[in-house]
Each structure stands twice: as structure tokens, then as C-alpha cells.
T-cell receptor, first 110, second 115 residues
């Protein structure tokens, strides 16, 4: 089977840094993706890690450790608009369907 | 470039009725996926098309669900007859085949409520 674990909720202060962790157990692993979804909106792609290490894209960074089956999404300089659900997801290869975690609801407070 | 579009955005039907959801992927994307999110749970895979062929339908819950992608362009997902547990948000996503693409582009979803 395949499963991904991530915290259900996180609250952080505007301007702060927050880390959302994800651990996975999958039969076959191609890479770890992160998606953001605002209420009522479409999941949108944030980042992807196929190899160990840190990938940085603006205020967002994502990390992967394949040996630990672990990754995280790091959001810096939090803004109110970052309040959303964040999903980690894995795929067996580049174009196969994604297996998602249950999502982490991030609330950014003033 | 237009994104993935889905129609309708919302649908409320009674148990036993039929509903057809439509997805228009990004032009040129051969991969098309259907996912579903039941309230409070994870987004779960239903079906994957490559062009007009069903590549993987292991996530389809039962034979009340029928997906088609005639001509390899838009796709439809029909639920017949609908049951209460079919309620949820149905997402469609598309991606390119070549170039090691790993990003899936999601549509806004169709919120289905079965009463």
C-alpha cells in the first residue's frame, strides 16, 4: 500500500517561517511533490523533489530525504494569502497518478 | 494558455439519478487524470488517460462510474446511478507526456452533492 502522513493543521504568525513535514510509505517512488489549495480552488503545483536535498523557489523551499522517506515544505515570510491547504504527493514515475497525503491546513494569523 | 476547465462547477442530484462531469485539459496534454476528494479526506486517484486510452483505472470505485475521452481531447465522467457516498469534489488534471514532466495542472473541480 501507499500512505503519506502530514500534520492536519498548522498555525503561524504573519512574517514567520513554517515547516510542513511529510513522511511516506510507497511501493515505487519517483519524486515528492507539493500542492497548494485555497478553499474552493484548484490544487496548484508548488515544488517537486526527485533527489535528496533542498529546492528553493522564492519564499517556498522543499526538502527530500529518500533514505528517510521524508520531506518538508518550508514557507518563509508568511503572508495572509498563504493560508490554504498544503498537500504532499508521490508518484511512481513522471506521468503516473499521484498519491496524496490528507493535507495540512495552514492558518496565518496577524 | 488556458488552464484545465471543468463543468459544471456544482451539481446537486438525488440518489439514483445520473450526472455527467466534463473536463477540458490543457491543449496538447496527452495525460488526463480524474481525482476525487471526499470531505475531510485526501485527494484520491480515480482514472488516468493517455490520449484516448485508459492507462490506469484502478481507482474507479465501482461500475457505476464510466469515464471516456473520445478523440483524446476532453473527457467525461458519468456516475449512474449516483449514491450518497459519491458526494465530493471531482478534480481533473492534465500533464504533458514528454520531457520528464512531473507537474499536473488541476482544474477547479466539480462539487457533487448527492441527496
Amino acid at each position: 500500500g501507499q500512505s503519506l502522513e502530514q500534520p492536519s493543521e498548522v498555525t503561524a504568525v504573519e512574517g514567520a517561517i513554517v515547516q510542513i513535514n511529510c513522511t511516506y510509505q510507497t511501493s515505487g517512488f519517483y519524486g515528492l511533490s507539493w500542492y497548494q489549495q485555497h478553499d474552493g480552488g484548484a490544487p496548484t503545483f508548488l515544488s517537486y523533489n526527485a533527489l535528496d536535498g533542498l529546492e528553493e523557489t522564492g519564499r517556498f523551499s522543499s526538502f527530500l530525504s529518500r533514505s528517510d522517506s521524508y520531506g518538508y515544505l518550508l514557507l518563509q515570510e508568511l503572508q495572509m494569502k498563504d493560508s490554504a491547504s498544503y498537500f504532499c504527493a508521490v508518484g511512481r514515475s513522471g506521468n503516473t497518478p499521484l498519491v496524496f497525503g490528507k493535507g495540512t491546513r495552514l492558518s496565518v494569523i496577524a | 494558455e488556458a488552464g484545465v476547465t471543468q463543468f459544471p462547477s456544482h451539481s446537486v442530484i438525488e440518489k439514483g439519478q445520473t450526472v455527467t462531469l466534463r473536463c477540458d485539459p490543457i491543449s496538447g496534454h496527452d495525460n488526463l487524470y480524474w481525482y476525487r476528494r471526499v470531505m475531510g479526506k485526501e485527494i484520491k486517484f480515480l482514472l488516468h488517460f493517455v490520449k484516448e486510452s485508459k492507462q490506469d483505472e484502478s481507482g474507479m470505485p465501482n461500475n457505476r462510474f464510466l469515464a471516456e475521452r473520445t478523440g483524446g481531447t476532453y473527457s467525461t465522467l458519468k456516475v449512474q446511478p449516483a449514491e450518497l457516498e459519491d458526494s465530493g469534489v471531482y478534480f481533473c488534471a492534465s500533464s504533458q507526456v514528454a520531457g520528464g514532466s512531473y507537474e499536473q495542472y488541476f482544474g477547479p473541480g466539480t462539487r457533487l452533492t448527492v441527496t
